[in-house]
């Protein structure tokens, strides 16, 4: 009998087990494919690898505003970015394998649940192992559509990506979050046609209007095409034809219509099928020692979202505290500028009376244009002297934002905020422009 089982390890299995170590646990964790998950393998950290390479491309083309002027062009090697890429994720996963091998159970192969009169046993590989605790963390897969069937070479899915062995001279990508826009966005920097299908109204649909107008703008003078309230029709030798009739030619599709939970079986004595298991929004189910965490939940799906789960049940099933849900996520999008967002947006608020919306250029403050980054803003949405949502398009957004959690989290006021000390010049002083003339 184990004190703890993980099913799936990435970002909140990983984190999972960390605590638990450190609190001594004995514990036995089940992952089928590489440790790390979707984030480390083909999710956050190689996507992000090819984002840096792209951009270093695209700021050395336009070196000459900077009086760096080039003997010739630059030129992309593919192939090297891509080992680039393997490196860094070679290295991550040798630290992971190297630190859990040592202190736990590792189990790399599938697992599934079994429930016989309450009682639930983990079957593996025709073994059968039992646990005081059992976390599911097995993370999410990308949604196929319907017409578009995923062959793993015209239709893709974001995992397939890096398995492109050349840039594609045209692609088109359906769906506008995080992924599809920053794919959009590292292609078209690499010299890619690109075009963007989105089947609501605006692309980045959840994010503030403000931040998805900018969005659009990004886009244009990226030289993307996009296609709002559309969607593809068909797609045949090579031929898209959208329902609003437009019809294009297109290498390569990229589906990223986003995530879809990946639980593992669960079976019931006396039952034919699959048991579906009920998800409370605690991580808690039908079964006091069984928690589920990270995308699996089928919430908001970012790996930073994962491990604060981690923490939670983490904390609970070690008796440190009740579980606090509450946090405020915020959501990032790596282009060039960063965007990032973290509570209410300014199509939540109804009545507006008592609601204050600061808005301010980057280009008012001085870093900008010494980084040549002028183009963005800072809005923030206040009410009580408080800051209820914050959205940022600059450079360094991705951190900034942490600081604005915080203050939504901890209900810091305006007051308090204006006191602080934001050093010149930075982007953070677009914090203390915003809440110049509030209050």
Not at 413 to 420: E, F, P, Q, S, Y
Request: aromatic share 8%; hydrophobic share 45%; net charge neutral.
């Amino acid at each position: 009998m184990f004190d703890l089982a993980v099913i799936g390890l990435g970002p909140a299995g990983l984190e999972v087990v960390n605590i638990a170590l450190k609190n001594k646990m004995n514990v036995i964790a089940f992952e089928e494919n590489e440790l790390g998950g979707t984030c480390l393998n083909v999710g956050c950290v190689p996507t992000k690898s090819l984002i840096h390479c792209a951009k270093v491309y695209k700021e050395i083309s336009n070196s000459s505003k900077l009086g760096i002027n080039l003997i010739k062009e630059p030129d992309i090697n593919f192939e090297l970015m891509l080992k680039r890429k393997d490196n860094i994720v070679s290295k991550f996963l040798k630290i992971l394998n190297s630190g859990l091998s040592k202190n736990i159970t590792l189990v790399k192969s599938h697992a599934e649940l079994f429930i016989d009169d309450n009682e639930i046993v983990i079957v593996c590989d025709d073994n059968v192992y039992k646990a005081k605790n059992i976390i599911i963390s097995s993370g999410s897969k990308p949604i196929e559509l319907s017409n578009l069937r995923f062959d793993n070479k015209c239709i893709i899915s974001s995992d397939d990506l890096f398995n492109l062995n050349q840039i594609p001279k045209s692609i088109t990508i359906v769906g506008s979050g995080a992924v599809g826009l920053e794919w959009a966005q590292v292609f078209s920097f690499l010299g890619s046609s690109v075009s963007l299908v989105e089947k609501a109204p605006f692309v980045a649909p959840l994010l503030d209007i403000d931040i998805q107008k900018r969005i659009e703008r990004v886009l244009r003078e990226c030289g993307i095409d996009f296609y709002k309230n559309d969607f593809i029709q068909s797609y045949i030798d090579g031929e898209i034809v959208l329902k609003s009739g437009k019809k294009f030619c297109s290498d390569i599709i990229l589906v990223a219509a986003g995530r879809k939970v990946n639980l593992p079986k669960i079976s019931v004595l006396g039952c034919k099928e699959n048991y579906k298991l009920n998800i409370y929004d605690d991580f808690r189910t039908d079964f006091d020692n069984l928690f589920v965490i990270g995308d699996a939940t089928g919430g908001t799906m970012l790996a930073h979202n994962a491990t604060f789960q981690a923490v939670c049940v983490m904390d609970v099933i070690l008796k440190k505290s009740k579980m606090n849900v509450t946090k405020s996520i915020p959501s990032v999008i790596y282009l060039t500028p960063e965007i990032a967002s973290v509570g209410m947006i300014e199509q939540d608020i109804g009545n507006k009376d008592g609601y204050i919306i600061s808005k301010v250029l980057l280009s008012s403050i001085a870093k900008s244009w010494c980084d040549e980054a002028s183009s963005g803003f800072i809005k923030l949405i206040i009410k009580d002297n408080i800051i209820k949502g914050a959205h940022l398009v600059c450079p360094e957004a991705s951190s900034l934002i942490t600081l604005l959690s915080y203050f939504i989290d901890n209900n810091v006021i305006i007051d308090d905020i204006k006191k602080m000390v934001f050093p010149h010049p930075s982007y953070s002083e677009l914090i203390k422009e915003a809440l110049r003339n509030v209050g």
